[in-house]
């Protein structure tokens, strides 16, 4: 079993920058793909970013496409997400999630992730 804690959001100015932080418990983290996933005020949560157990490997929904990073220590059990030029209609509460050790696509499917933290709000005020 693998427990999520997410933080570094905040408020910040369109064009902006922010990094947001994933630990993670659990002795199968290096073997667990990892997700950000987020939901926006009225709306469905939707994918955002998946890395591979190894780290070598991500998928980016297109709209954050070039702007995100997502990264992963497995020495230290944390994943990143790092995200520049920031835009208004990124505004949502982030969601770090993982899925069942096994379970090795990167899937986009919130259902297909089995672990999630309580979110962290990012606003980016224009």
């Known amino acids: 079993q693998v427990q999520v804690v997410e933080s570094g959001g905040g408020l910040v100015q369109a064009g902006g920058s922010l990094r947001l932080s994933c630990a993670a418990s659990g002795r199968s983290f290096s073997s667990v793909v990892m997700g950000w996933f987020r939901q926006a005020p009225e709306k469905e949560r939707e994918f955002v970013a998946a890395i591979s157990r190894s780290g070598v490997t991500t998928y980016y929904t297109d709209s954050v496409k070039g702007r995100f990073t997502l990264s992963r220590d497995n020495a230290k059990n944390m994943v990143y997400l790092q995200m520049n030029s920031l835009k208004p209609e990124d505004t949502a509460v982030y969601y770090c999630?993982?899925?069942?050790?096994?379970?090795?696509?990167?899937?986009?499917?919130?259902?297909?992730?089995?672990?999630w933290g309580q979110g962290t709000q990012v606003t980016v005020s224009s």
């Open positions: 999630a993982a899925r069942r050790t096994g379970m090795n696509y990167l899937s986009v499917r919130s259902a297909d992730y089995d672990y």
